[in-house]
């Protein structure tokens, strides 16, 4: 039999497919460009471990270009000996389903293609990420090697053949591949119904508890029609958006209270439903409001470290929990209280991984609406939502209770994320450098009428292999435990985006019903003098603030 592989040289490499904090993310334009995606494809099969031989998962969330790639990658995937490949009906896969998919059926990686809350459709963005055998975003130390292939490539393998058909469950071979394409969403479920108590739940739901879940046109729309209106019997309409589309109908597929402001708005000033929630683009994202209540992302982690026992899977109590060092400390005072490690990591899923896998901690979070917990490896969207309704189901009480209750016994971390986004790149640079070059002679100085207690580039040393990250964010850490901290995106596609994370602690003695950003209006200023925002960006306000 004559092989069809086919070998495309290319005159250069390309030189800019650096991983970024999820991935490789640029314009779909850019991933349009001939043999670009091809490119990569080749970087990361010819540098992941076990690829000849072994099985792969790839699917994404729906966006434009979606079901091309998976064609272009199971057709790359057959020339390079991949024997199975997993992929699933109309290529929709949430980053927590695939995950999962990778580590119940031992793939040697998962391929994600989304850009997660990035816009999508041909003016929008794609990308590209890679998981691991653990069903974690890849280590530094992998996406390191797939850059440095991707520097030298002098070309690509990929099998000339028919693409394959994505409309219905069934087995298609490419040469010695065999491309399996499953329902995305079944195997998810039933992780679901082991973790939390289904019954419970639909009891709620079936008896006049009105909710809203808005999918933003993106990968959770099946999912939560599934799980909602489907195994827990809320009424049909209760999942706003369902149906994916390649540019999610035009949105911002992020849930925060600027880009999902229409359910934010039936939540926050209406009466209608007691209980509200989004997910994003790849689904790994999650917001949460209750009737007349947003409940802030580093919150959240805390209320469900606090309350881990009443959903079954953590009825034993946690191990451990970690955030990410720009999340608030809310869940530092839950694991102090009840006694558990806790552990601070640079910004990105990946470096829950190592601790997950060591049993060190059960759940983590960022303060970037993104919860999760040892069922898989990566963020999980949805899972957050049942886990909040679990709480809700077994304590009879509203969204709003369980937050002043929460303050009431461990104090309230005040805290609000500040993103000026697409500033001119120089500029951005400019302004980050120079605040760091400022740090070493902060130490002793003042900020917002406080002492600096620590002024620094936060590192990273991992505990369980003892690597060292540096250079994720410059912290200035005040001696009343209010912090300020920048940091540069490492997911935006144009210009760059500068992050001011700001918190402030008030114990449960103090005055804890006040609006954030008047409690944080001290710390805002001083950031803005400090470093020089408005006058370097040029812009006289953030763009989103959460
Ligand atoms: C952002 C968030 C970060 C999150 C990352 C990926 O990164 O701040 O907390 O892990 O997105 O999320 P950055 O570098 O732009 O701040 V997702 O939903 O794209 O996997
Ligand atoms: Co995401």
Not at 207 to 220: C, G, L
Request: glycine fraction near 10%; proline fraction near 5%.
């Amino acid at each position: 039999m004559t092989s069809s592989v086919l070998r495309v040289t290319l005159d250069q490499p390309f030189t800019d497919q650096k991983p970024g904090t999820s991935g490789l993310r640029k314009s779909s334009r850019q991933f349009e460009t001939p043999h670009y995606l091809e490119s990569f494809i080749e970087a990361i099969l010819r540098t992941v471990p076990g690829v000849a031989g072994g099985t792969l998962v790839v699917g994404g969330d729906g966006r434009y270009g979606n079901r091309r790639a998976i064609d272009v990658i199971s057709r790359m995937a057959a020339a390079h000996g991949v024997t199975r490949l997993i992929t699933t009906t109309g290529g929709i896969l949430s980053t927590p389903a695939a995950s999962n998919l990778i580590r119940k059926h031992g793939a040697v990686a998962g391929i994600i293609l989304s850009a997660s809350h990035n816009p999508g459709g041909p003016e929008g963005d794609f990308g590209v990420k890679v998981n691991g055998v653990n069903g974690g975003p890849a280590p530094e130390s992998l996406t390191d090697a797939i850059y440095a292939c991707s520097q030298s490539l002098d070309g690509y393998r990929i099998v000339e053949a028919p693409a394959i058909s994505l409309e219905a469950p069934g087995q298609h071979p490419i040469e010695a591949l065999t491309v399996e394409v499953i329902d995305g969403v079944d195997d998810y479920l039933a992780l679901m119904q082991q973790l939390f108590d289904f019954d419970q739940i639909g009891d709620l739901l079936r008896n006049n508890y009105p909710i809203a879940f808005d999918a933003m046109h993106a990968v959770t729309g099946p999912y939560a029609r599934r799980l909602l209106e489907g195994l827990l019997g809320a009424p049909a309409g209760t999942v706003r958006n369902a149906i994916p589309l390649e540019d999610f109908g035009g949105g911002h597929p992020d849930p925060n209270l600027t880009y999902a402001h229409e359910l934010a708005e039936l939540l926050l000033q209406g009466d209608d439903y007691r209980f509200g929630a989004a997910c994003d683009g790849d689904g790994d994202r999650n917001m949460i409001l209750g009737r007349r209540c947003f409940v802030n992302p580093s919150d959240s982690l805390a209320v469900l470290t606090a309350n881990a026992t009443l959903a079954p899977a953590y009825s034993n109590g946690l191990a451990g929990v970690a955030r990410s060092m720009p999340t608030s400390a809310a869940v530092d005072v839950v694991a102090q209280q009840l006694g558990i490690a806790c552990y601070e990591t640079p910004t990105g899923w990946k470096f829950f991984g190592n601790l997950l896998d060591a049993g060190r901690i059960t759940l983590c979070g960022e303060e970037s609406f993104g919860t999760g917990s040892d069922h898989i490896r990566e963020k999980d969207g949805l899972w957050a939502v049942l886990f909040w309704l679990q709480l809700l189901a077994r304590k009879r009480t509203s969204v709003a209770a369980i937050m002043a209750d929460h303050w009431s016994r461990f104090g309230r971390h005040y805290y609000s994320r500040h993103d000026y986004e697409a500033i001119e790149s120089e500029r951005a640079h400019g302004l980050y450098d120079r605040l760091k070059g400022l740090l070493p002679s902060l130490a002793d100085e003042r900020f917002a009428g406080r002492a600096i207690a620590t002024a620094d580039d936060f590192s990273y040393t991992d505990p369980v292999d003892g690597s060292l990250t540096t250079g994720q964010g410059l912290r200035l850490l005040l001696d009343d435990g209010s912090r300020v901290v920048f940091r540069l995106s490492g997911t935006g596609t144009q210009g760059a985006t500068l992050r001011v994370y700001l918190e402030s602690y008030v114990p449960p003695s103090g005055q804890l019903q006040q609006d954030p950003q008047q409690a944080l209006a001290d710390l805002i200023s001083a950031a803005d003098a400090l470093a020089e925002i408005r006058v370097r960006t040029g812009m006289e306000a953030p763009t989103v603030i959460t």
